[in-house]
């Protein structure tokens, strides 16, 4: 079964400041790879997703995440936050076989300062 | 292009009550996701549904809750007898394909804004 683990679920950074929010993840099988943001009171945005191809993902707002197998990571990081970059991030993971069942981890809230 | 669209937003219903969640998925797709999320929790996989079949309902708990996607109209998730524990945000997402059991599909999921249940 996949699992995903989001280490820190709260995490505060200033403004212009490096982002990175941690992901490592649990298949038995080759996993397809997901970020998704959740603004308050809204549904899931994707940012980026890995299914295999290039190991560095970029995506939406800057953001970009790596896939590293000998870590079983995928963690996102973005150069400069941004004030509009607050919000939860999930990270998700599914097999690359079979139905798309997604499972996400719990979370990671993102709080940016001036 | 709209995208996948809930409604109601917010639902309140008193316990005993039933609830009834719909979900339009964008033009175009034909496999549609239920996933629920708790307070401070992340999301948890609840039903995948096809036109007109439902293909895996491993999430979805055994009594009280049923779910459908007719040939024609929204999927619908069905609470009966809702109880204070089922408060949540309910989503839904949808994609083109969603892959079968050989062999998957690299779609995205695209979710709705959800249905907050409250129950009193």
């Known amino acids: 079964a996949q699992s995903v683990t989001q280490l820190g679920s709260h995490v505060s950074v200033s403004e212009g400041a490096l982002v990175l929010l941690r992901c490592n993840y649990s298949?038995?099988?080759?996993?397809?790879l997901f970020w998704y943001v959740q603004y308050p009171n809204q549904g899931l945005q994707l940012l980026l997703k890995y299914t295999s191809a290039a190991t560095l993902v970029k995506g939406i707002n800057g953001f970009e995440a790596e896939f590293k197998k000998s870590e079983t990571s995928f963690h996102l990081t973005k150069p400069s936050a941004h004030m509009s970059d607050a919000a939860e991030y999930f990270c998700a993971v599914r097999t690359n076989t079979g139905f798309q069942k997604l499972v996400f981890g719990t979370g990671t809230r993102l709080l940016v300062s001036p | 292009n709209a995208g996948v669209m809930q409604n109601p937003r917010h639902l309140v219903r008193r316990r005993g009550q039933e609830a009834r969640l719909r979900c339009s998925p964008m033009?175009?797709?034909?496999?549609v996701y239920w996933y629920r999320q708790l307070p401070e929790e992340g999301l948890k996989f609840m039903v995948y549904?096809?036109?007109?079949?439902?293909?895996?309902e491993s999430g979805m708990p055994k009594e009280r809750f049923s779910a459908e996607f007719p040939k024609e109209g929204p999927s619908i998730l069905r609470i009966q007898q809702v109880v204070r524990g089922d408060s949540a945000a309910y989503f839904c997402?949808?994609?083109?394909?969603?892959?079968?059991?050989?062999?998957?599909?690299?779609?995205?999921?695209?979710f709705g804004p959800g249905t907050r249940l409250t129950v009193l």
């Open positions: 033009k175009g797709h034909s496999h």
């Open positions: 549904l096809q036109k007109e079949n439902i293909i895996d």
């Open positions: 997402a949808s994609s083109p394909s969603g892959g079968t059991s050989g062999a998957a599909s690299t779609d995205t999921q695209y």
């Open positions: 298949s038995s099988v080759p996993p397809y």
